[in-house]
């Protein structure tokens, strides 16, 4: 028989089964079973209704690991309304230009960021705002507590249907402008399945929030850890001596981290005399850029943890592969292994293709570009059909296209060696470098620039510049790197400031004038045998 997969399922089977059971430790202090997390949900979903909120209406939810995002989150799709999670990294003019693409309806802000919207809100089409500290925000809005408690917990169960978009995950576009990646209850819902899978997700696991909720849906985890019925541990950022504390305070089983994330625990390790752990075992995947050897052996050899290294992208889950492939570790190979992107999730077919879409040989020496089709990859991108189009059918026709140049060896395990879209990964926050040669244009002392990532041991990659003076004279530009540096944090998000600026003659050209980056970045990546960062 055919059972629709709705997301709502998820907490549905947690508050079945699991009712008693502590479901959400928040960063207050607060502890909620999933009885008190489903009726917080319910609420919410109740007085969006009351608010004029229906099925396929856009909720954007801004707000770090707390335990309102969930209750947001769940609360939102009980209704059908999609659930649009924001970066709380961004700048207003972001988000102006997001909540505008998306026409959201309503929004919750946590009191950190409220600010942020309150800039933009004549200029948007939101009539609804809440957040959770009246009192810190400034402006008409509503406070979430008060909210639930005015709201009872009945609500209109709209008939839902598994090809329905439930969520929209906003991702740095090579153009600069944000593209919405349309995500149904179907997509959502197996990828879930797979990482319970491939991540091994039990009902006693406690897992740590140090990955954004933001980024795709916490990679699933706001559905998977819910649906299995195991602990959310919630938090405000990530700080070494937290994520620490954490674990052994809370027994902490499980929790994602960026390979620069790992390397500041690594740091903080070396600093300080600390447990690594609590009673309970520890696993941790990582994914952006891939971690180096040495990271991958203080992670697993001095913390004793296990790590999983995992790859993909918004539009694809983001979920894919894992370097997980145990039966093909050797004694001498492991740590190697696991810097690869590694084998397709199980239901994945991730092929690396040359330019005529056929499969390169399975050398591990010979580079394409990676593709996909599964079922949890995106629907497409929200009003860009054009994008859509593309994206599915450059190379190979179906597939999604991820822009990553990899080799592939025997076993099918993936290992990125470059990147084909103008994207630089620092820290795991995607930047467009196209976006970053825009605000850099704009400044009155730049010529002519080009934007690449440059090797980071901290960040992986970072941005840097290769810029043209309008001087004419890298040796007198008329501007300080410094004036540059500051010029972009002033335009952008912090995390997309540039971190390196060179003034130079000319940009490497081709014969019709298009800027060869490939040229800067081999100069660039020298001395690596590949050209993406290492966290």
Not at 391 to 417: S, W
Request: glycine share 8%; proline share 4%.
């Amino acid at each position: 028989m055919h059972k629709p997969l709705l997301v709502t399922d998820f907490l549905d089977r947690a508050r079945k089964h699991y009712a008693d059971e502590e479901a959400v430790v928040g960063t207050d202090g607060k502890r909620f079973t999933y009885a008190e997390l489903g009726e917080r949900a319910d609420r919410f979903a109740a007085a969006l209704q009351e608010r004029g909120i229906e099925k396929g209406d856009r909720v954007a939810v801004l707000d770090p690991n707390t335990h309102y995002h969930l209750a947001a989150a769940y609360g939102t799709m009980q209704i059908g309304g999609v659930h649009t999670p924001l970066n709380y990294r961004l700048i207003p003019e972001d988000f102006e230009y997001i909540l505008s693409d998306a026409e959201v309806d309503a929004i919750y802000a946590d009191y950190e960021y409220a600010a942020k919207i309150q800039q933009v809100r004549d200029d948007v089409p939101t009539e609804t705002f809440i957040t959770n500290d009246v009192d810190a925000v400034e402006g008409e809005w509503e406070s979430f507590d008060a909210v639930l408690d005015e709201a009872g917990t009945a609500y209109d169960h709209p008939e839902m249907s598994e090809d329905e978009v439930i969520t929209i995950n906003y991702t740095s576009g090579t153009t600069g402008d944000p593209k919405g990646v349309m995500r149904t209850h179907r997509t959502e819902t197996l990828h879930a399945y797979i990482i319970s899978i491939h991540q091994e997700i039990r009902d006693d696991d406690i897992y740590l929030w140090t990955l954004p909720m933001f980024h795709v849906n916490g990679w699933g985890h706001i559905y998977a850890i819910t649906g299995m019925g195991a602990t959310h541990v919630c938090t405000r950022g990530v700080d070494a001596s937290d994520i620490f504390e954490q674990v052994q305070a809370e027994d902490i089983s499980y929790f994602c981290a960026a390979p620069t994330v790992l390397n500041m625990l690594g740091e903080y390790y070396e600093a300080h005399d600390i447990e690594t752990t609590g009673t309970n075992d520890v696993r941790v995947a990582t994914a952006g850029s891939a971690p180096p050897e040495a990271t991958i052996r203080t992670v697993e050899d001095e913390f004793g943890w296990y790590l999983k290294h995992v790859y993909g992208a918004t539009e694809t889950g983001p979920l894919i592969t894992t370097s997980d492939a145990r039966r093909l570790y050797t004694e001498s190979n492991r740590f190697e292994m696991k810097k690869r992107q590694g084998l397709g999730y199980i239901g994945t077919d991730v092929r690396v293709v040359d330019e005529d879409g056929n499969d390169v040989e399975q050398d591990g020496q010979t580079i394409g570009e990676v593709v996909v089709r599964g079922n949890q990859v995106m629907k497409g991108y929200w009003n860009k059909p054009e994008a859509t189009e593309e994206a599915f059918n450059e190379r190979l026709e179906g597939y999604y296209h991820t822009g990553d140049l990899a080799t592939i060896d025997e076993h099918g395990m993936v290992a990125i060696q470059d990147r084909k879209k103008d994207i630089i990964i620092s820290g795991g926050e995607n930047i467009s470098s196209i976006e970053l040669e825009d605000t850099l244009f704009e400044h009155d002392a730049v010529a002519d620039v080009a934007v690449i990532p440059a090797p980071s041991e901290k960040w992986g990659e970072t941005p840097k510049a290769f810029v043209v003076p309008h001087s004419g004279d890298p040796e007198n530009p008329g501007v300080e790197e410094s004036d540059l540096v500051e010029f972009t944090r002033e335009q952008l998000a912090n995390y997309k400031t540039v971190h390196q600026v060179e003034f130079v003659e000319a940009l490497p050209t081709t014969a019709t004038g298009k800027v060869q980056k490939y040229e800067l970045r081999e100069r660039e990546w020298d001395d690596s045998d590949r050209m993406i960062g290492e966290g």
